[in-house]
């Protein structure tokens, strides 16, 4: 998620070369609406469809209805409920592996100024070379940094993800109880880091760096 990008960058054609490339404009906004479909059924699953708590609300409509039965008897239908909401998570974790192996391929067929790596090396040069506005030029390598570190939850994300969709078929990774717990643990960084993100966003709009939310859609001037 890129849009806060705003190194410094050599191009040969500034008035052709766009700040964005299409590649990773469409990778963002196809990330976001995937990462956020995935947190909005973990919230529906821990909230209104809960197996537990829909388990007794079932059971107790039922028997308001002078249908006799034990949560128990309904705890299947409660989870079956649950578990096609998972079944959408797994399937947009797949199109999140699928986004994350775009990513890094089209990197390789990056511009080189437009190359994330060559952009974080640009804003560390920047910040050693500039006597004045130093703080500015120590946030934008900050920026340019938490970029890289937001790819790494990614990739962490994938991997616990896609482990755990395929546990049942491997044993040795069923076994592994803690993936679960790294996965949801990553879960919550991501969600921190996209909190900060909108943050940033926002105050860079009323601030310095008006159009970064356009610039991320039309692609806006290098």
Do not use: C
């Not at 054609?13 to 196809?30: C, E, G, Q, V």
């Not at 491997?170 to 900060?196: C, N, Q, S, W």
């Amino acid at each position: 998620m890129e849009l806060l990008e705003t190194g410094v960058i050599a191009s040969v054609d500034t008035a052709r070369t766009k700040k964005y490339s299409f590649n990773i404009r469409l990778w963002h906004w196809l990330n976001a609406l995937i990462i956020t479909g995935s947190l909005l059924t973990v919230l529906v699953n821990s909230t209104v469809l809960k197996p537990w708590k829909n388990a007794a609300f079932i059971a107790d409509q039922l028997n308001e209805k002078g249908v006799e039965v034990s949560r128990d008897e309904v705890k299947p239908v409660a989870f079956a409920l649950s578990d096609q909401v998972w079944a959408i998570h797994t399937y947009l974790g797949y199109a999140l592996a699928g986004l994350f192996l775009f990513r890094i391929i089209f990197e390789f067929f990056e511009l080189a100024d437009q190359k994330l790596i060559r952009k974080i090396k640009a804003a560390k040069n920047s910040y050693k070379l500039r006597q004045e506005s130093r703080i500015a030029a120590r946030n934008e390598m900050l920026i340019k940094t938490s970029y890289a570190l937001f790819y790494v939850l990614l990739l962490v994300m994938v991997i616990t993800g896609l482990s755990l969709a395929f546990r049942d078929s491997i044993p040795a990774i069923k076994a592994m109880h803690f993936i679960r717990d790294i996965h949801e643990f990553t879960m919550y960084l991501i969600i921190g880091f996209i909190v900060i993100h909108i943050a940033g966003v926002i105050i860079g709009e009323l601030k310095k760096h008006k159009g970064i939310v356009s610039d991320m859609i039309n692609g806006g001037e290098a």
